[in-house]
């Protein structure tokens, strides 16, 4: 045990930070466990879990329990044991049918539009004899 105040101090803060720490470790490891054993099984309550599970690890990212490229790992893991695969939603559907409307539009718009080059006409200029 430190005899310094400072030193001390260091320790308390130390064994706080280190407690919160492990606590934010464990809620996302928990996270994940939960996920697999759903996939694992095939649930569709898997994406959800899959959803909780990356909020947890960008939490913890974020509160620099773990590195910024560890989460990305971590989450891109995650996604590739995947087993269930989410149906596609109808509205998303509708916004690439209107994206592809609007493209087809400015297509449509640009191609009437030419424009005629102007033409400069050089002027000559007659030499005094």
């Known amino acids: 045990?430190?005899?310094i105040k400072s030193a001390i101090k260091r320790v308390?803060?130390?064994e706080k930070k280190t407690a919160r720490n492990?606590?934010?470790k464990s809620a996302y490891k928990t996270a994940i466990k939960k996920y697999e054993v759903a996939n694992s099984k095939g649930e569709k309550e898997a994406i959800e879990l899959l959803s909780l599970a990356?909020?947890?690890i960008?939490?913890?990212c974020t509160k620099g329990v773990i590195s910024k490229n560890a989460a990305s790992r971590k989450k891109s893991r995650l996604e590739s044991k995947l087993a269930v695969k989410a149906e596609p939603k109808k509205s998303a559907n509708k916004t690439a049918e209107k994206k592809e409307e609007v493209?087809?539009?400015?297509?449509e718009k640009e191609a009437p539009k030419k424009t005629a080059k102007k033409t400069t006409t050089k002027k000559t200029t007659k030499k005094a004899e």
């Open 1 to 3: 045990m430190p005899n």
């Open 12 to 14: 308390k803060v130390a």
């Open 22 to 24: 492990n606590m934010i």
């Open 54 to 56: 990356k909020s947890k």
């Open 58 to 60: 960008d939490s913890a």
């Open 103 to 107: 493209a087809e539009e400015k297509v």
